[in-house]
């Protein structure tokens, strides 16, 4: 009887052993410091974006142009990121934003008792700038939500506000 669990025992020692001196390799998640998506903000501007966020600093671009017969819109933004904390599914930053508007909108009015028509064009450009700061949920690897909330100038400088910036990317 002894013998037998004294036999047992040396079996599973051994084995045990045996199995401990697997090596096991962390496996490291792939960066990917660029982006392409859709991002609409005060600060940021809306439109397509690109963005290249390396392991420290970043920057980001959105752009929206738009022009027809009447009615010229364009959208830029030029962000630039500073990452402060980076975790296995959240990364947190700092933003500073600036977001040039410019919006030209053609009217034709008929005057049908004078026979006249009056041609009027509205012209508005702004800029727009923020600070604050910014999250982004990576869902896998290559899908991530953005949201950012800071403070700062709109419309010249002629407000003061809080500003929101929200953005969907596809890393490559």
Not at 108 to 127: G, L
């Amino acid at each position: 009887m002894k013998s037998k669990l004294i036999i047992i025992a040396a079996i599973l020692f051994i084995t045990n052993n045996v199995f401990s001196q697997e090596k096991i390799e962390k496996r490291e998640s792939v960066r990917f410091n660029h982006s392409l998506g859709f991002g609409a903000g005060i600060s940021t501007g809306y439109g397509m974006s690109y963005r290249y966020f390396g392991k420290k600093l970043g920057a980001q671009v959105n752009f929206s142009p738009y022009k027809d017969e009447n009615k010229v819109n364009i959208s830029s933004g030029l962000t630039f990121l500073y990452r402060i904390v980076e975790l296995e599914e959240w990364s947190f930053y700092v933003y500073q934003g600036n977001h040039f508007y410019y919006d030209k909108d053609t009217s034709t009015d008929y005057n049908y008792m004078n026979d006249e028509s009056v041609t009027q064009t509205i012209e508005t450009k702004y800029v727009n700038n923020g600070v604050g700061l910014g999250a982004e949920y990576a869902t896998t690897e290559r899908l991530s939500f953005n949201g950012m909330l800071g403070y700062g100038g709109q419309e010249n400088f002629e407000k003061i506000s809080i500003t929101v910036e929200v953005a969907v990317y596809f890393k490559f």
